[in-house]
């Protein structure tokens, strides 16, 4: 990427707030309101124009030429950039390919990258000189992000994206019949989806509370399972699994809503319960294809151990206790997600102790099928944990996957297979909570 270091200076001293329509009188700011280029930004209608007067005017604008990357793939972002004028291009293989999302005066670009915290994965060009100006993240999520039209507008930008990079994927199918494109565009998105999901092989190496490993698996080059594993805040981890009905570009679609909305719900809400409520009413809105997903979530309690968690119609996970005990925890399932939006979550609680984990998966594992068409089912994967001896999470699933490839064989792989495994380390305040959560009076329910 080219940077013009001179460029880079605040709005104040390169272009002043008048020319950028952020300060003048009542008549001139009526004017803003109507012809105003703040007006114009997608993640900002129907905000209060003084929310966004205040925020923009401390925040970093510049000029680019046509043709000049504005970001590429492996490089860091650290902020939302919003189109004030001009016209860019979102390109996924190289930046001078003919197929291409463009991004229109109003955009923006880079809200992946600040949502999961991985580097950019795609090239987005100067299609026109334009200038653009970026909204640093932490600016974003503590300024901007709470006020509840800010989120659905981001939720609304994701989606259109996700939309758009589908049809163009169809419109090849239909306009191309060479085989080796649609599987080079499915490659694409297959990255994009992956790139949504924390990296399952590298999850907080900073924190000795916990680890955690995962895997996702698509059957297709796309598909609607998914996982999320994250702090919420210093002392609270949120960590969900979910599934959505179908496969391939629809599933994904909705997977990136559902994981959106429910990254954003767990920071704002502390109960597992409250979080499914609220992604489902967002889910069940403009739901014309009548999708639907099943949710599992919870929220760990990094200092006590205490786990507490919400279904909404999804596998129960595998709880795997000190002594070699080994048992699905006892859920009680709510209507999946998506359908009804006065659906309720009963919402659990379970105290882990140091040493005792969690496997959560979809049924692409207990569903898997053999050659004759045999069932994997819930005994082969109580099976193949048996012999775990609280090894770290990696281990855990990579014994459950190893049991499934002799099993399965040659037969094709049916289903999206996901897991999210969870062991926690805890200290020494967490063994004195679960010793006595253990006591034989008064007495405790227990998965």
């Known amino acids: 990427m080219h940077t013009r270091g001179a460029d880079r200076r605040s709005v104040s001293s390169i272009v002043s707030l008048i020319d950028l329509g952020l300060v003048g009188d009542r008549r001139r700011a009526d004017d803003r309101r109507r012809n105003g280029f703040i007006s114009r930004l997608q993640l900002f209608l129907n ?63 880079g809200e992946l990258s600040i949502i999961d ?104 080059d796309v598909g ?12 609270r981890l949120f960590i969900a699994i979910g599934d959505v009905s179908g496969k391939g570009v629809p599933a994904a679609l909705f997977m990136a809503r559902t994981i959106t909305l429910m990254r954003m719900e767990a920071v704002r809400r502390r109960s597992p319960a409250a979080i499914l409520e609220a992604v489902n009413q967002a889910l069940c809105e403009g739901n014309d294809s009548a999708m639907f997903v099943t949710l599992f979530c919870g929220i760990l309690e990094i200092e006590t151990g205490q786990f507490s968690f919400a279904n909404a119609g999804h596998n129960p996970p595998l709880f795997l206790g000190l002594e070699g005990r080994r048992d699905f925890l006892k859920v009680r399932k709510g209507l999946v997600a998506g359908i009804m939006e006065a659906s309720r979550y009963p919402m659990d609680t379970l105290q882990l102790a140091p040493g005792e984990s969690l496997l959560l998966y979809t049924d692409g594992v207990t569903e898997a099928m053999n050659p004759a068409q045999d069932l994997y089912s819930e005994e082969r994967f109580l099976e ?59 007495p405790q329910a227990r998965p």
């Open 47 to 109: 905000i209060p124009y003084e929310v966004i007067e205040a925020v923009l005017g401390d925040c970093v604008a510049r000029d680019v030429p046509a043709e000049e990357v504005l970001l590429e793939p492996g490089q860091s972002n650290h902020g939302i950039h919003l189109l004030v004028s001009g016209r860019l291009r979102i390109h996924f293989d190289r930046k001078d390919s003919l197929d291409y999302i463009p991004i229109e005066e109003g955009g923006c670009f």
């Open 224 to 235: 609607g399972d998914f996982y999320d594993v994250f702090f919420a805040s210093p002392d």
């Open 117 to 220: 915290g991985r580097p950019v994965s795609a090239y987005v060009v100067a299609d026109i000189p334009s200038r653009v100006l970026m909204v640093h993240d932490s600016v974003f999520w503590e300024k901007l992000i709470p006020y509840p039209g800010v989120a659905r507008n981001l939720l609304n930008v994701l989606s259109e994206r996700m939309r758009t990079n589908g049809e163009m994927i169809l419109e090849r199918m239909k306009d191309r019949l060479a085989l080796e494109h649609l599987q080079k565009e499915l490659a694409i998105a297959h990255t994009i989806q992956l790139s949504m999901l924390p990296p399952g092989d590298r999850l907080f190496p900073e924190r000795t509370e916990v680890q955690a490993h995962a895997i996702m698996e698509p059957a297709k």
């Open 384 to 442: 193949a944990v048996r012999g775990w001896d609280g090894e770290s999470p990696a281990v855990l699933v990579d014994a459950v996957r190893a049991s499934l490839a002799v099993f399965s064989q040659s037969a094709p792989q049916a289903d999206d297979i996901t897991m999210l495994a969870l062991r926690y380390v805890g200290n020494r305040a967490a063994a004195s909570l679960a010793a006595a959560w253990r006591a034989p009076s008064p």
